[in-house]
């Protein structure tokens, strides 16, 4: 019987001990397994960077760098949390019926890393499409430099195509008065005047705007209609003039200062502290569409800019679609303190 009772006892110590073998080797394998499949991510994450250049034919040994394009860092799971919080919250508002769709794009400006959901969807950009039209204005002066000072009269029948459009806001501009293209770009950013808008365009070579579209298009190579945007390129020309690196110093200053200078102040700039530039552009759009199988008159409302917080100045720019403007800048501004916040951690 002894020997019984001990060759169990024996059995059962042998049991415990293969299986305390097995859960270490396991925890071993499992740790190393789960290393290798962490290093391929992390290979897979810096493989994916790499240069934008200009490649502009002019020049025959440089090639000007525009920027660099990679892969989000939530796949190494950098910003996953703060991503997993907006999708979260965006979610509720959805199943609330406030939010109908949506778009964002975040970039650390310090370090390049960005994040972002659904930000190849494309979104009528309104009012956002200004912002682009005076980069590419003063990339024409970087050519032709008494452009600025190029004139033309604010005539009935520009004024006439301003009153037509829809949702337009009457604009400053006299008619039969005289504006310089200079005045013209300051008064469409800072006015987000439409009429100053049209008439700019009616002066300017438009193919410095086609040229500024079809050089960011390795950014958004997704086929969308002329008339829509990618919150991630749009976030592209904010990158362009905070880098300086499509106009000059000096212009690129200009045109981010007249950002600074709106004076909407809902939506991203809402979200941060009052002590806290934000340079940034905003744009509104109604439009009929058929949500949920219910023609609907939807709104979309787009806010995107530099929040330059202290030492960790970022780029947001978040392009949404629902019910009604109050409940989208209430959105909006949440979002927008959701990420502050989070830089400043």
């Given at each position: ?22 859960m270490f080797v396991s925890g071993v394998g499992g740790y190393f397994i789960g290393g290798i499949i962490k290093e391929k991510s992390y290979y897979s994450f810096l493989k994916s960077f790499r ?130 293209a200079e005045e013209l770009v300051s008064i469409m950013i800072l006015e987000s005047d439409n009429g100053a808008k049209n008439l700019l365009l009616s002066i300017m070579d438009i193919g410095y ?78 439009v009929d569409e058929i949500i949920n199988g219910i023609n609907r008159k939807t709104q979309q409302l787009h806010d995107c800019g530099i929040v330059y917080y202290s030492q960790n100045p970022y ?31």
């Amino acid at each position: 019987m002894r020997n019984v009772i001990n060759s169990h006892i024996y059995s059962k110590s042998t049991l415990a001990l293969l299986l305390l073998t097995c859960m270490f080797v396991s925890g071993v394998g499992g740790y190393f397994i789960g290393g290798i499949i962490k290093e391929k991510s992390y290979y897979s994450f810096l493989k994916s960077f790499r240069n934008i250049r200009e490649d502009n034919e002019v020049y025959k040994f440089i090639n000007p760098l525009i920027g660099n394009v990679s892969a989000p860092a939530t796949d190494v799971g950098i910003y996953s949390n703060i991503k997993d919080d907006i999708i979260s919250y965006l979610k509720t508002e959805k199943n609330k019926g406030n939010l109908y769709d949506y778009s964002f794009h975040f970039r650390d400006l310090n370090t390049g890393l960005w994040f972002g959901e659904n930000d190849m969807s494309a979104f009528f950009p309104a009012s956002l499409f200004k912002f682009p039209i005076a980069i590419a204005a003063y990339k024409q002066v970087e050519s032709e430099p008494l452009f600025l000072k190029k004139s033309a009269v604010y005539t009935a029948e520009i004024s006439n195509i301003n009153s037509s459009g829809k949702l337009n806001s009457e604009s400053i501009l006299t008619v039969g008065k005289t504006y310089t293209a200079e005045e013209l770009v300051s008064i469409m950013i800072l006015e987000s005047d439409n009429g100053a808008k049209n008439l700019l365009l009616s002066i300017m070579d438009i193919g410095y705007i086609e040229n500024l579209f079809e050089m960011l298009a390795v950014i958004d190579h997704k086929e969308i209609k002329a008339n829509e945007i990618s919150s991630r390129k749009y976030s592209a020309f904010l990158r362009l003039l905070y880098g300086s690196t499509y106009l000059n110093e000096e212009h690129s200053e200009k045109i981010l200062s007249m950002l600074e200078k709106s004076d909407f102040k809902d939506g991203l700039v809402a979200g941060v502290p009052a002590n806290i530039p934000v340079a940034h552009k905003y744009g509104v759009y109604e439009v009929d569409e058929i949500i949920n199988g219910i023609n609907r008159k939807t709104q979309q409302l787009h806010d995107c800019g530099i929040v330059y917080y202290s030492q960790n100045p970022y780029i947001f720019c978040f392009m949404t679609k629902g019910k009604d403007n109050k409940s989208l800048l209430e959105i909006i501004s949440h979002v927008s303190k959701l990420v502050y916040d989070n830089q400043n951690k």
